[in-house]
């Protein structure tokens, strides 16, 4: 079904995938851990770990950025297919580069406010409201996550560009 999209069902990539998909095994096993312990806690004793919300949270951000770093790579980010399949080749494929680099636009910015944002976190050393813990160990992710996915668009603008018509 992918090669009827004119995307190779497994992209050549310099970085395996295999990375992101056992950090986002791991993620959700603690997440899922994290959640299980809260609910036997909560019922069994009418008390619940309040600071699980702050770190699930933070799991549930952190999974998405990971998946995305995943899905990009893998060609599968968000597309109207039942419109640009109605073009020749030659057009789906310069609409492939111009949403690509969209893509790769937006995660530039991200990369430069997260940065600025976790820098100013640290500089003005914020704290999380349940913990106490140092926001920008939390907010450090998002530039550094969103550089991962920046890297895998680069990667699949070159795989497109590439790509005989």
């Not at 190779?8 to 992101?20: F, G, N, Q, T, Y």
């Not at 036997?40 to 919300?53: G, K, L, P």
Request: charged share 15%; proline share 4%.
């Amino acid at each position: 079904m992918a090669e009827e999209n004119n995307q190779p069902s497994k992209p050549k990539v310099r970085v395996p995938l295999r990375i992101e998909e056992i950090i986002a095994g791991i993620t959700i096993g603690i997440l899922a851990l994290i959640t299980f312990a809260n609910v036997v806690v909560r019922y069994a004793t009418n008390f619940s770990f309040a600071f699980t919300e702050e770190f699930s949270i933070f799991l549930m951000v952190f999974m998405a950025l990971v998946g995305a770093s995943s899905v990009m790579a893998k060609g599968g980010h968000l597309s109207i297919s039942l419109i640009v399949d109605k073009f020749s080749p030659f057009i789906r494929k310069k609409i492939r580069l111009a949403s690509t680099a969209i893509v790769g636009i937006t995660f530039t910015i991200l990369v430069i406010l997260g940065g600025r944002m976790a820098y100013d976190e640290y500089r003005f050393e914020v704290t999380s409201p349940g913990l106490g813990i140092p926001t920008w160990l939390y907010t450090t992710w998002l530039p550094i996550l969103s550089l991962v996915i920046l890297c895998r668009t680069v990667g699949v603008l070159i795989r497109v560009w590439r790509e005989k018509v």
